[in-house]
Antibody, heavy 116, light 109 residues
Framework: EVQLVQSGAEVKKPGESLKISCKGS????????IGWVRQMPGKGLEWMGIIYPGDSDTRYSPSFQGQVTISADKSISTAYLQWSSLKASDTAMYYCARSYYYVDCWGQGTLVTVSS | QSALTQEASVSGTVGQKVTLSCTGNSNNIGSYAVGWYQQISHGAPKTVMFGNSLPSGIPDRFSGSKSGTTASLTISGLQPEDEADYYC???????????FGGGTKLTVL
């Protein structure tokens, strides 16, 4: 069974850094693109970007380019989403998703709360 | 403003057939397969259709189609548990990004 399991909820202060994770199992992790989707409170889904763990080729949405970093460690089948300096507006649920043209498998979500 | 346009809300009664639409352009829906996702009470989304394929475990009352730059998700024999928000997405080659619709809230009366 294909599964994506994300790290737990985080509460951070503005200006702090953060790295959340998504571990894939049940498939060849290096053979599929995996990405991140943001959902702000009460809002819709927004595509942030994707990475191909096989060669670390990474694509970002123009809206998120420079705001976050997507990476992957293929030795442990894990993808990451990181921020160097969080803002209150980064408060949202973040989903990892096996995808390129569309998503065929979702993680359970990681809630990130940024508050002073 | 989402790149893909979906109805804000749709409603139907138990047993009815409903169709949700997702409209784009030649850069996205006109060129690539579309995924459809169900999100119940702000839980994690679940893929209910990708391309013309039904994921394992999804009831066959769900079906998908595409005509030109509009994709559709049809639910035949609507059930109370189908009440959810539904989103569509596909790749957009002019944006070099995956794009989502704004979502449709489906209410089962």
């Amino acid at each position: 069974e294909v599964q994506l399991v994300q790290s737990g909820a985080e509460v951070k202060k503005p200006g702090e850094s953060l790295k959340i994770s998504c571990k894939g199992s049940g498939y060849s992790f290096t053979s599929y693109w995996i990405g991140w989707v943001r959902q702000m409170p009460g809002k819709g889904l927004e595509w942030m970007g994707i990475i191909y763990p096989g060669d670390s080729d990474t694509r970002y949405s123009p809206s998120f380019q420079g705001q976050v970093t997507i990476s992957a460690d293929k030795s442990i089948s894990t993808a990451y989403l990181q921020w160097s300096s969080l803002k209150a507006s980064d408060t949202a649920m973040y989903y990892c998703a096996r995808s390129y043209y569309y998503v065929d498998c979702w993680g359970q979500g990681t809630l990130v709360t940024v508050s002073s | 403003q989402s790149a893909l346009t979906q109805e804000a809300s749709v409603s139907g009664t138990v047993g009815q057939k409903v169709t949700l639409s997702c409209t784009g352009n030649s850069n996205n829906i006109g060129s690539y397969a579309v995924g459809w996702y169900q999100q119940i009470s702000h839980g994690a989304p679940k893929t209910v259709m990708f391309g013309n394929s039904l994921p394992s475990g999804i009831p066959d009352r769900f079906s998908g189609s595409k005509s030109g730059t509009t994709a559709s998700l049809t639910i035949s024999g609507l059930q109370p548990e189908d009440e959810a928000d539904y989103y569509c997405s596909t790749w957009d080659y002019s944006l070099s990004a995956q794009v989502f619709g704004g979502g449709t809230k489906l209410t089962v009366l």
